[in-house]
């Protein structure tokens, strides 16, 4: 497909139990972000890559959370040891993004997590 | 700290009329302000975006005003249509220096009768 693909769609995980989420952005999109969308919150920001390089991680919540890029394209956020406090849905957005200028960012669908 | 505020949380508003959506911001380093609406179980799709050198943006039904002196911005949605009932979020970044990815507002659940 032509848009960002997040994959699972659903993942419920055990407390303690370490979670990969994968991310496919469109493709040649340089910029791709993770934010975490809280129930009937708005989405805050985890952290930004551009192509392979990881510019921005400020938004990670603690060092349990860790994500990757190696060849610019596909992204997976590491969860290690999940708490009940990560049960949020994970949302994946690219954009063309150059020269630190902001252009539309397009999302996937999310993936929801449930920590039990 | 919250960045971005919204308001109002919930509205309803009848089919038709007019849905008004405001958000005002504190870091004046912002100068990219999208509205994004997400429906339940998609992810958020941009709407209209604006730029903080013109005061107004529209595009079909929905229009942008901007006020930089006030650090404030709104979404209109004229002739609401029970289609556009879903969550909206205002969002800012900013280009050059610091986190380069959007600040959101906790969202407006908004919901159209027909």
């Known amino acids: 497909g032509a848009g960002v693909s997040q994959s699972p769609r659903y993942k419920v995980a055990k407390r303690g139990q370490d979670v990969a989420l994968r991310c496919d952005p469109i493709?040649?999109?340089?910029?791709l972000f993770w934010y975490q969308q809280a129930l009937g919150q708005g989405p805050e920001f985890l952290t930004y890559?551009?192509?392979?390089?990881?510019?921005?991680k400020s938004g990670l919540p603690s060092d349990r959370f860790f994500a990757e890029r190696p060849e610019g394209s596909v992204s997976t956020l590491k969860i290690q040891r999940t708490q009940q406090e990560d049960s949020a849905v994970y949302l994946c957005?690219?954009?063309?993004?150059?020269?630190?200028?902001?252009?539309?960012?397009?999302f996937g669908q999310g993936t929801r997590l449930t920590v039990v | 700290q919250q960045q971005v505020k919204q308001s109002p949380q919930s509205l309803i508003v009848q089919k038709g009329g007019i849905s008004i959506i405001n958000c005002a911001y504190e870091n004046t380093a912002f100068d990219y302000f999208p509205w994004y609406q997400q429906f339940p179980g998609k992810g958020p799709a941009l709407l209209i975006a604006?730029?903080?050198?013109?005061s107004e943006k529209k595009e079909g039904r929905f229009t942008i005003s901007f006020n930089k002196s006030a650090k404030q911005f709104s979404l209109h949605i004229m002739d609401s249509q029970p289609g556009d009932s879903a969550t909206y979020f205002c969002?800012?970044?900013?280009?050059?220096?610091?986190?380069?990815?959007?600040?959101f507002g906790k969202g407006t659940h908004l919901i159209i009768q027909p």
């Open positions: 957005a690219s954009s063309l993004n150059m020269a630190r200028m902001n252009t539309e960012a397009f």
């Open positions: 890559f551009q192509n392979e390089a990881q510019l921005d």
């Open positions: 604006i730029r903080p050198d013109v």
């Open positions: 493709s040649g999109h340089v910029s």
């Open positions: 969002a800012a970044g900013g280009s050059g220096g610091g986190a380069d990815g959007l600040t």
